[in-house]
């Protein structure tokens, strides 16, 4: 099975940058996603990492280390916007096993 | 080209009663796969069709099930409601069975009462 944690809240102002970990156990891998889900909306695709390395995308990264279970995405230049909760996800068994997700707050 | 389309985005049931929810996934793709999203448990996985069969299923009880339409469009069913199953049912649609990417409907947010 699956074994999935990211923090459950954090908070950041407006401008700065921050990181939501995530760590996983799971027989096998394929991937790790990350998803972004506004209040009431869907989970949107946010980026794919299958190899390790940092692999940037505008001011979102994410970051792999297979050998260490270990995920993290980078949310830089914050905006107002970016409150939203951030799911870490990977595929087994041809399903998405998630994160409890990590909410996001941003002040001005 | 259009999205993952899902019907009825909300909905209030009482105690025992059934529902069912639709899903309309992107053109072409063939493989659809449900989750129920609530605060305590997070997204998990209820079962995933292709090819009007159901491939993968995750660990509900019986009362839970689909199934997929030869134009790929499926439905859910639950039966004999409770007060747990109060949730946001999400469908993902993905081109084909195994495939890793997958794109998330609005949901269809469910209270019974």
């Known amino acids: 099975g699956q074994n999935i944690d990211q923090p459950t809240e954090m908070t950041a102002t407006e401008g700065a940058i921050v990181q939501i970990n995530c760590t996983y156990q799971?027989?096998?891998?394929?991937?790790l996603f990350w998803y972004q889900q506004h209040a009431g909306e869907a989970p949107t695709f946010l980026s794919y990492?299958?190899?390790?390395g940092l692999e940037e995308k505008g001011r979102f990264s994410s970051f792999l280390s297979r050998s260490k279970g270990y995920s993290y995405l980078l949310l830089k230049e914050l905006q107002m916007k970016d409150s939203a909760s951030y799911l870490c996800?990977?595929?087994?068994?041809?399903?998405?096993?998630f994160g409890a997700g990590t909410t996001v707050t941003v002040r001005a | 080209k259009a999205g993952v389309t899902q019907t009825p985005r909300y909905l209030i049931k009482t105690r025992g009663q059934q529902v069912t929810l639709s899903c309309s996934p992107i053109?072409?793709?063939?493989?659809v796969s449900w989750y129920q999203q609530t605060p305590g448990q997070g997204l998990q996985f209820l079962f995933e069709?292709?090819?009007?069969?159901?491939?993968n299923k995750g660990n509900f009880p019986g009362r839970f099930s689909g199934r997929q339409f030869s134009n790929s469009r499926s439905e859910m069913n639950v039966s004999t409601l409770e007060l747990g199953d109060s949730a946001l049912y999400l469908c993902a649609s993905s081109l084909s069975h195994g495939s890793t990417e997958a794109f998330f409907g609005q949901g269809t947010r469910l209270t019974v009462v």
């Open positions: 069709y292709f090819s009007e069969t159901q491939r």
């Open positions: 799971t027989s096998g891998f394929n991937g």
């Open positions: 990492n299958v190899l390790d």
């Open positions: 053109s072409g793709h063939r493989s």
């Open positions: 996800a990977v595929p087994n068994d041809y399903k998405l096993s």
